[in-house]
């Protein structure tokens, strides 16, 4: 199975800053198209939301200031500036093969 | 507007069994792969598994495979897990998600769960 380490698993960011999310893949999830790797957001009491995928592609209706980058085993979540409505628990998840495996997610606060 | 809603849980005993549906409207859910995810209490996501249009494909993360089953019927746009032989690691919320058309997309859309406690 390829395991997905996320980090840090929590931070704590001021409004208007900046919140970078890491996530390392066992192996890699690219091909020379395609990164397999998409990220989630969370807020409590709702089920995930899409945010970005194949790395880097914004979904539909998600704000500019959410972004992808990475390839191969390394990937990055940025958010830039942070607003209130940002506090949640994000996930990366690959689809590179079977299983679907999913980082153990990334709480992101206010400071 | 696509929508997915899941029924069937509740309390069960360990070593019980459950049905699970989650309904699918405002897409042509035949045309698409879909997955079932859960999430136990205060824990992150796990994948269970994930079935092609036609049936003809189903996938489940490993240490589930023996447990649960996923079905689907596409004349009435309703996706299935069956679970049996639980136990009180199965409490959790489950979920029901939109892949794509084809294996290797995100999931776009997501039910809002429903609830499974197995506790004697």
């Known amino acids: 199975d390829i395991v997905l380490t996320q980090s840090p698993a929590s931070l704590a960011v001021s409004l208007g800053q900046r919140a970078t999310i890491s996530c390392r893949a066992s192996q890699s999830v690219s091909t020379s198209s395609y990164s397999y790797m998409h990220w989630y957001q969370q807020k409590p009491g709702q089920p995930p939301k899409l945010l970005i995928k194949y790395a880097s592609n914004l979904e539909s209706g998600v704000p500019a200031r959410f972004s992808g980058s990475g390839s191969g085993t390394d990937f990055t979540l940025n958010i830039h500036p942070v607003e209130e409505e940002d506090t949640a628990t994000y996930y990366c998840?690959?689809?590179?093969?079977?299983?679907?495996?999913f980082g153990a997610g990334t709480k992101l606060e206010l400071k | 507007e696509v929508k997915l809603l899941e029924s069937g849980g509740g309390l069960v005993q360990p070593g019980g069994s459950l049905k699970l549906s989650c309904a699918a409207s405002g897409f042509d859910f035949s045309r698409y792969w879909m997955s079932w995810v859960r999430q136990a209490p205060g824990k992150g996501l796990e994948w269970i598994g994930e079935?092609?249009?036609?049936?003809?494909?189903?996938n489940y993360t490993p240490s589930l495979k023996d447990k649960f089953i996923i079905s689907r019927d596409n004349a009435k746009n309703t996706l299935y897990l069956q679970m049996s032989k639980v136990r009180s690691e199965d409490t959790a919320l489950y979920y029901c998600a939109r892949e794509g058309v084809r294996r290797g997309y995100a999931m776009d859309y997501w039910g809002q769960g429903t609830s499974v406690t197995v506790s004697s």
């Open positions: 998840q690959h689809s590179w093969e079977i299983p679907l495996t």
């Open positions: 079935i092609n249009p036609d049936s003809s494909t189903i």
